[in-house]
């Protein structure tokens, strides 16, 4: 009898998790979405592509998956370093933030507990993400370290988060995949 794979670590399955819910929440959204997989090179670091009415214009969407450690934030993704200070983290045409109950993202163990009632979704133009990427990114790092000597934060690997009112008018804003603006909300 065949015996399965090793259970995959948390980190790398909340990704690809994320990946195959944004995916699947594009398609019953209305918006033909296509998992790039191993294709990821050639596509600007994109998880996904997305198909418009012009059959030559395809758009690029990243995912970033994870939760806030805070009891109230939104997660974006990593800081990598001071680069995040002033250049642009995300070159996709889209990002998309899929952040999960922190509860379930701390405990669940592949075994079905982890579901889309556990997971909320930003769509986010590349151009606004990277506005509230490094505007997160220089709020935590003006932030003095008491422990260091300089008292310099560390950026590398910094857990990225932001208030839910900074980017809820992006909460579950599939149209904008499908090229129609956000409402008066």
């Not at 929440?25 to 033909?32: A, D, I, L, Q, R």
């Not at 997989?37 to 198909?51: K, Q």
């Not at 899929?98 to 075994?111: F, L």
Request: hydrophobic residues 35%; aromatic residues 8%.
């Amino acid at each position: 009898m065949p015996t399965s794979a090793a259970t995959p670590r948390k980190t790398q399955s909340h990704g690809r998790i994320g990946e195959a819910a944004v995916t699947a929440k594009c398609w019953m959204n209305g918006v033909p979405a296509h998992n790039t997989n191993g294709l990821r090179a050639n596509f600007a670091g994109s998880d996904l592509i997305v198909d418009t009415l012009n059959p030559r214009i395809k758009l690029l969407v990243q995912v970033k998956a994870g939760f806030c450690p805070a009891k109230e934030g939104i997660y974006l993704t990593q800081a990598s370093g001071e680069d995040d200070l002033t250049k642009d983290k995300f070159h996709a045409d889209f990002v998309v933030f899929v952040n999960m109950n922190r509860k379930i993202g701390e405990s669940h163990n592949h075994r079905g507990t982890l579901d889309f009632s556990h997971l909320t979704y930003y769509v986010v133009p590349a151009d606004a993400a990277n506005k509230l990427f490094r505007d997160a990114v220089r709020r935590e790092y003006a932030k003095p370290l008491i422990k260091t000597p300089d008292k310099k934060r560390s950026l590398k690997n910094l857990a990225v988060n932001v208030e839910p009112q900074v980017i809820s008018k992006y909460r579950d804003a599939w149209q904008l995949l499908r090229g129609e603006p956000l409402g008066d909300t």
